[in-house]
């Protein structure tokens, strides 16, 4: 197979089932001609024409407005938000409208839109250009929010979510554009919403992450793993619907969870993970559940020092695990 960067695999999932499927369009912010902010369309315009690939105004709220129309006359739009700061003016139509259709409408109408939008900060972006927002949507029935980890799921995550009859609000951390490669395969394949998945196997610790957090985590997994502390590690890939069967295995299995983003801690999908271990596996438990997220203060500063103490890192997962480890 072929090996990737992740964004050149989201580019390939777009490419892809534009090339197997007439009726899936992108559209969004400088997305033609530009390319998109981070190059993620870049040659879409070219391959496809501007019917299928189209600029619009500077208002996100439109964006996923005329997303939601284009789905409910038979197409599949991919609405790309440059940054996941600027999808705030569109939630009304992702919450109001768009999860809701199916419901509404008795399973007449359905509304199968993909709304991309890169997340995450350490890339010195300040206020607006750095927040995780994910947990505006994960309690939204009639949603999906899916966030990928590697170049593989990127892509077959991204065509899942185009082919889905529901909407999903797709994030991508914009730290794992370029830092990340794997192999990837040409052509159509998917990968499951709803699933999660093993990246380490561990029988002490259940760790529980996804996005930039997950690749932090193997890596102070691996560093407490030379102390004999056997850590296992897996990606959510799905924060709505999360796989709950996944989630109780493991810690059912190890006794101790974990769980890292790096969201704030208060509100983040961590607390709905630690109620679903303490409803249905607290007699399996030897210690206390433990979230690690990023403080509760504004979006991070501009300031690289002020950045440095915002965000989680390797060492500071560590340290959590330790901590755990020693009950």
């Not at 090339?19 to 879409?44: H, Q, Y």
């Not at 409803?279 to 990023?294: H, I, K, N, Q």
Request: proline share 6%; glycine share 8%; charged share 20%.
């Amino acid at each position: 197979m072929p090996e990737m960067t992740f964004i050149d695999a989201i580019r390939s999932a777009m490419h892809d089932a534009m090339a197997a499927d007439p009726s899936v369009i992108v559209l969004g912010e400088d997305v033609a001609l530009k390319g998109g902010v981070f190059l993620a369309t870049d040659g879409l315009l070219n391959t496809y024409g501007e019917n299928r690939v189209i600029d619009t105004p500077i208002a996100e709220i439109a964006v996923v407005g005329l997303a939601i129309g284009a789905a409910l006359h038979g197409l599949k739009p991919i609405a790309e938000i440059q940054f996941a700061d600027y999808i705030h003016p569109a939630i009304d139509q992702i919450l109001n409208e768009a999860a809701v259709f199916r419901y509404r409408s008795a399973g007449d109408w359905t509304c199968p839109i993909v709304v991309r939008a890169p997340f995450g900060a350490g890339i010195h972006g300040g206020l607006y250009h750095s927040q995780s927002s994910e947990a505006l949507f994960t309690s939204t029935p009639g949603l999906k929010v899916v966030i990928p980890s590697t170049p593989y799921d990127a892509k077959g995550l991204l065509i899942a979510a185009i082919h889905d009859p529901d909407p999903v609000v797709f994030f991508e951390h914009k730290q794992l554009y370029r830092s990340q490669r794997g192999e990837v395969p040409d052509g159509v394949y998917t990968v499951p919403i709803g699933k999660a998945v093993v990246r380490r196997k561990g029988s002490d610790i259940s760790l529980y992450s996804y996005g930039l957090m997950l690749h932090y985590a193997l890596q102070a997994a691996e560093q407490v793993s030379k102390d004999g502390i056997s850590v296992e590690v897996i990606d959510l890939r799905t924060l709505y619907p999360l796989d709950k069967a996944l989630i109780l295995e493991s810690v059912n299995k190890t006794g101790k969870a974990l769980i890292v983003h790096e969201d704030n801690l208060t509100g983040g999908i961590g607390g709905e993970i630690s109620a679903l271990i303490v409803e249905y596996a607290f007699e399996y438990l030897d210690g206390p559940v433990r979230r690690l997220g990023s403080p509760d203060v504004p979006p991070v500063a501009f300031a690289e020092s002020l950045e440095e103490a915002y965000m989680l890192t390797p060492v500071k997962i560590e340290a959590a695990i330790r901590e755990l480890a020693a009950y």
